[in-house]
């Protein structure tokens, strides 16, 4: 199927900024929608942003404006741009790959820790 594997977390104070990278390998060819999604301590988990293999992206209200997903096909990685970061935005960043265009379900990386200091 596909692995994905996430980098480039850490910790931060607030009003900075980090990039997250997600490297995806295996059978990509299957890839559809991408996105990034995020578990906060205590909170349950929520799609930050979106996708699709065309360029169309979404954005959960709270980031939209501070944070950029994109995706560079060619060499199979996703990418999110966080500027402006909030104590609020720590959490465990997950990749995720909808993998519907040749039947299979969707698949997760292993997540990244995005700590941002008050």
């Known amino acids: 199927q596909v692995q994905l594997v996430e980098s480039g977390g850490g910790l931060v104070q607030a009003g900075g900024s980090l990039r997250l990278s997600c490297a995806a390998s295996g059978r990509t060819i299957c890839i559809y929608t991408m996105g990034w999604y995020r578990q906060g301590p205590g909170k349950e988990r929520e799609l930050v942003a979106s996708?699709?293999?065309?360029?169309?992206?979404n954005y959960v209200d709270s980031v939209k404006g501070r944070f950029t997903i994109s995706r560079d096909n060619a060499n199979n990685t996703l990418y999110l741009q966080m500027n402006s970061l909030k104590a609020e935005d720590t959490a465990v960043y997950s990749c995720?790959?909808?993998?519907?265009?040749?039947?299979?379900?969707?698949?997760w990386g292993r997540g990244t820790l995005v700590t941002v200091s008050s």
């Open positions: 995720n790959a909808d993998l519907r265009v040749c039947g299979f379900g969707a698949v």
């Open positions: 996708i699709a293999s065309g360029g169309n992206t």
